[in-house]
Every structure is written in C-alpha cells, then in structure tokens.
C-alpha cells in the first residue's frame, strides 16, 4: 500500500477512526473517573558537612552529595518508618508508610527531597511533618554511632507542605494519551479493513487483475432499479453516456476482427449483466445497427421484464424445434432492436445452450443482424456462460465495484479461457459516481442532466451553438 492508499482507506473508513478514538478518550476519562485521587506532601533537606571535618569546602561537597544519596534509601526504610509512626501515631504499618515515600536527591545538589503521596491530604501532611521531626535525628543515629563528632548535618529547607489539587490522576494526560492510543488503533483498524477487502474498487486494478481494457466504467444510478433501461429521461445520464462510450469501445477494440457475437457474462449474481447487456443493445440500436439481443440466461431470466415483453415462447421452444425463431422474434422501440426472450424454462439449460441446434442457431442469426448480444448466467456457479461464450466472438465481463472479489474475476477469466473463449475487455458496474473523472478514460463527461454545466463546457470549448 502506497501513502494515498492510506490516505484512501482513512478517508474511506473516516468512521472507524472517529469511533475508535471516541472509546479512547471514554478509556481516558473513565480512567480518571475511576482512580483515586493522591494527594503529595512534600519536605526538602540540606545536607552538610560542617567544615572541620573536611580540608576543602569542595570535598565537603562532594562528601555530602554522596551522602545525600545514601539518605535516599534511609527515608523509604522500615527503620523511618517506625519512627513516623511512634511521632504521628498513625495507624499503619511500617511497611505501608515507606510504601508512600519517594526520595530524589537533585542532580549535583545537596537537596534531598521527600515526597509522600496518600488519597488523604492529611495523612500525607502528618507523615511528611513525621519525617521533617524524625529524619535528622535518624541520620545522626546511624552516621555517628560511637563517634562523638558529627560528621553531617540535615536541615528542612522547604515543607513540609502538601498540594491542593490530586497529583494523581492526570487528568488532562490520561485523556491526551486516550485519545491519542484511539486514534493510532482507529487508524490501524481502517487500513486493516481496507487490507481485508478484497473486493475490486477501481478500474486499475481490474485491469491488473483480468490483463484486458476496462471498456466501460458505469456509475452507480440509484434509478437504475426502478428504471434500469436507458431510455426516455435516461437517454442523457450518466449511465446512457458510459454505455455509448462501451459501444464505442467495443467497436475499436479489434478492427480486424469485428466483433458480431457478444456475450454479456459475469462472476457471479447481480452484478448488473442484463440491465449492461440490455441497454448495450439499445444503444447500438440507436446508432441505427440491426441488433438482437438474445436472453440466454434461463436460471433468472430478466430481460423480457426489464423490457416488458412476453417471454413464454422463444429460444428454449426453437432449439426444442417447437417453433421457428422468426415467430418468436420480438421488435422493441423505434429502432431495429429484436429480441430473442429465452421461453419456457428447461431443466437442462446447459445441454440446450451447448446443442448443436443452438451453434447452428447462431450461425443463421449472424448474416441477419449487425450485432447478436447474449445475457447469461453468471460463469461462477454453472457451465451456461461458458457454454455461449464459446459461441460468441467475444465476451465481455461484468464487475461489481466493492462486490466482486479479485479471485471471483480471476476464477471467471480462468474459466472463460478454458473454453477458449476471447476475453475482450470488463465493464466496472456500479462505482461510485464521486470517484469517476469527468471527461477522462472513464468516459463521462459530455451530455449530462445539466443543461448550464453543457453549456459552459461548449462556451469554454469553443462551440457556444451547443
Ligand atoms: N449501474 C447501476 N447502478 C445501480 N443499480 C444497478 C446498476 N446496474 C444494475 N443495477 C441494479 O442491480 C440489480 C441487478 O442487476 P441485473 O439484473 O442487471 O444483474 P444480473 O447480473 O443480470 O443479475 P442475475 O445474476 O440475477 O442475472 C438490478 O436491480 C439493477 O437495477
Ligand atoms: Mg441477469
């Protein structure tokens, strides 16, 4: 993954951040909610030497600082510990309140400072007052057992004071670092999800997966459903315009080999291979070609539906010998579009499609039509497109954007090649209209629902007449 794939999956999954790092910073605040509040009390010490008992006033210095550090481990021992308790007659034991004392000596100072944290303030005042009292007179005990001179001396310099306000918990840094460890796993949650999809999302990468053009990019429609054919007041959309470009591209995709039997197919259901196959037909219909489109998918047929037309007798009854393909042949619209619907539902749609009444079917329907387009089944669950497709002169695959995965199209190509069927390029079916380009290889861009935006683009073209 490249920095704009992260960028994409951020954008893309933007609320699995946003909700990832809400918990965080509900983690942070329940956290302060639920800690106890410790308060600090603290008192300062000055260790020193008094000068006889040292030949420089560097030395002395010198001594005390390694003294001071020796005095560190006194102030959190069981031994003070007796001692504060005996002064403050807290009830406590020993151990506890060394639990509570920490000591720091100032980086090259003589300061010895000790702090006491307790949830009362006041106990931590007492304890600290304690250790101000009891300390010095500790220290004396064990440096000059025997010795009649001292060597060191302690003295409190600042406290025993204690705060105000809790030193623990940090609210404001719990709540940073919930947030902050919310967003870094929000954000690892959105890239993980996007690694996890392994659905096919833009047009480059179908091409990488199947190794053939994208001829045609058609735009999610939310009318599509309830008007799925390109006509009447969808004869300027988005989806009419893409689908004209798909012709255009079919046209152009090998010259020399035109291609007069296609086959419509795709991985798996739903993935928009009537609604595509249907209004391709309409759309080389309406660029005044001799088109039949031909409803082979017997398993669901809809084209008949999709273009309210009867389908109770067609191309199961001809392969049957029951009738004669020209009395089931229906016209559709104002142009020269005739439609095979596919009869009566066989038990064994497979067998008829690979019969040979169907080879010789198509073969007498050539020298009659400029373009034969074939819907069928999807490839994945049953032989039929395979079947048709080895008839046709070319197939194109229909992919679902964020639908179909990558080893759904690449299981189709395999199985497409297996018959040795020509693979002439994908239709990318239902991708989100933000994400195409207007005017680029995806092919929007000139007729458009919006009749102030065409004029302005013609002005800027040159062509105000438009
Ligand atoms: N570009 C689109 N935008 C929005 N909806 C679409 C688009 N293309 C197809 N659809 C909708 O998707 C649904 C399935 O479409 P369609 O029947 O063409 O798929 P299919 O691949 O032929 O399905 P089946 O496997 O059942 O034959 C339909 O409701 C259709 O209206
Ligand atoms: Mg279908």
């Given at each position: 993954?490249?920095?704009?794939?992260?960028?994409?999956?951020?954008?893309?999954?933007?609320?699995?951040?946003?909700?990832?790092?809400?918990?965080?910073?509900?983690?942070?605040?329940?956290?302060?909610?639920?800690?106890?509040?410790?308060?600090?009390?603290?008192?300062?010490?000055?260790?020193?030497t008094?000068?006889?008992?040292?030949?420089?006033?560097?030395?002395?210095?010198q001594?005390?600082?390694?003294?001071?550090?020796s005095?560190?481990?006194?102030?959190?021992?069981?031994?003070?510990?007796?001692?504060?308790?005996?002064?403050?007659?807290?009830?406590?034991?020993?151990?506890?309140?060394?639990?509570?004392?920490?000591?720091?000596?100032?980086?090259?100072?003589v300061?010895?400072?000790?702090?006491?944290?307790?949830?009362?303030?006041?106990?931590?005042?007492?304890?600290?007052?304690?250790?101000?009292?009891?300390?010095?007179?500790?220290?004396?005990?064990?440096?000059?057992?025997?010795?009649?001179?001292?060597?060191?001396?302690?003295?409190?310099?600042?406290?025993?004071?204690?705060?105000?306000?809790?030193?623990?918990?940090?609210?404001?840094?719990?709540?940073?670092?919930?947030?902050?460890?919310?967003?870094?796993?929000?954000?690892?949650a959105?890239?993980?999800?996007?690694?996890?999809?392994?659905?096919?999302?833009?047009?480059?990468?179908?091409?990488?997966?199947t190794?053939?053009?994208v001829?045609?990019?058609?735009?999610?429609?939310?009318?599509?459903?309830?008007?799925?054919?390109?006509?009447?007041?969808?004869?300027?959309?988005?989806?009419?315009?893409?689908?004209r470009?798909?012709?255009?591209?079919?046209?152009?995709?090998?010259?020399?080999?035109?291609?007069?039997?296609?086959?419509?197919?795709?991985?798996?259901?739903?993935e928009?291979?009537?609604?595509?196959?249907?209004?391709?037909?309409?759309?080389?219909?309406?660029?005044?070609?001799?088109?039949?489109?031909?409803?082979?998918?017997?398993?669901?047929?809809?084209?008949?539906?999709?273009?309210?037309?009867?389908?109770?007798v067609?191309?199961?009854?001809?392969?049957?010998?029951?009738?004669?393909?020209?009395?089931?042949?229906?016209?559709?619209?104002?142009?020269?579009?005739?439609?095979?619907p596919?009869?009566?539902?066989?038990?064994?749609?497979?067998?008829?499609?690979?019969?040979k009444?169907?080879?010789?079917?198509?073969?007498?329907?050539?020298?009659?039509?400029?373009?034969?387009?074939?819907?069928?089944?999807?490839?994945?669950?049953?032989?039929?497109?395979?079947?048709?497709?080895?008839?046709?002169?070319?197939?194109?695959?229909?992919?679902?954007?964020?639908?179909?995965?990558?080893?759904?199209?690449?299981?189709?190509?395999?199985?497409?090649a297996?018959?040795?069927?020509?693979?002439l390029?994908?239709?990318?079916?239902?991708?989100?209209?933000?994400?195409?380009?207007?005017?680029?290889?995806d092919?929007?861009?000139?007729?458009?629902?919006?009749?102030?935006?065409?004029?302005?683009?013609?002005?800027?073209?040159?062509?105000?007449?438009?």
């Amino acid at each position: 993954m490249d920095l704009r794939s992260y960028l994409r999956a951020i954008r893309k999954y933007w609320w699995i951040v946003v909700l990832v790092t809400v918990v965080g910073a509900g983690g942070g605040l329940l956290r302060n909610e639920q800690a106890t509040p410790l308060y600090a009390s603290k008192v300062t010490f000055f260790v020193s030497t008094p000068s006889e008992s040292s030949t420089t006033a560097f030395n002395s210095d010198q001594f005390a600082q390694r003294r001071a550090n020796s005095y560190a481990g006194v102030l959190t021992s069981d031994r003070l510990g007796e001692l504060i308790i005996a002064s403050s007659g807290l009830p406590m034991t020993p151990g506890q309140v060394a639990r509570e004392i920490k000591a720091s000596v100032q980086l090259n100072t003589v300061l010895l400072t000790a702090t006491v944290t307790d949830p009362s303030p006041d106990r931590a005042l007492k304890i600290a007052t304690a250790i101000s009292s009891q300390f010095g007179g500790l220290v004396d005990k064990l440096d000059n057992a025997g010795s009649k001179t001292a060597t060191v001396a302690l003295n409190v310099v600042s406290g025993p004071s204690v705060s105000s306000v809790p030193v623990s918990p940090r609210k404001k840094v719990n709540l940073t670092l919930g947030i902050a460890i919310g967003l870094i796993l929000g954000l690892a949650a959105a890239v993980a999800r996007e690694l996890a999809d392994t659905t096919v999302r833009t047009p480059d990468a179908l091409r990488g997966i199947t190794d053939v053009p994208v001829l045609g990019t058609i735009a999610y429609d939310g009318v599509a459903k309830k008007s799925p054919l390109v006509v009447g007041n969808q004869v300027r959309s988005l989806r009419a315009e893409a689908l004209r470009q798909l012709r255009t591209n079919l046209r152009f995709v090998d010259v020399d080999n035109p291609v007069k039997v296609l086959v419509v197919t795709s991985s798996t259901a739903s993935e928009g291979k009537t609604t595509s196959a249907t209004n391709l037909a309409i759309v080389f219909a309406e660029a005044s070609q001799r088109v039949l489109l031909i409803e082979a998918d017997m398993r669901r047929p809809r084209v008949a539906d999709y273009l309210g037309i009867d389908r109770s007798v067609g191309l199961t009854n001809v392969l049957a010998g029951q009738v004669e393909v020209e009395d089931v042949l229906q016209q559709w619209g104002d142009d020269e579009l005739w439609v095979l619907p596919s009869g009566s539902i066989p038990p064994n749609p497979s067998e008829l499609l690979s019969s040979k009444n169907m080879v010789d079917l198509v073969q007498s329907l050539r020298g009659r039509f400029d373009m034969i387009i074939i819907d069928t089944p999807p490839l994945l669950p049953v032989t039929d497109a395979a079947v048709a497709s080895a008839l046709s002169d070319g197939v194109v695959l229909v992919v679902r954007y964020g639908k179909t995965s990558r080893t759904q199209v690449v299981t189709a190509v395999r199985s497409l090649a297996s018959v040795d069927a020509r693979l002439l390029g994908t239709i990318f079916n239902m991708r989100p209209s933000k994400g195409l380009v207007q005017g680029g290889y995806d092919g929007y861009g000139y007729y458009e629902d919006k009749p102030a935006v065409n004029r302005a683009r013609a002005q800027a073209a040159g062509n105000p007449a438009l």
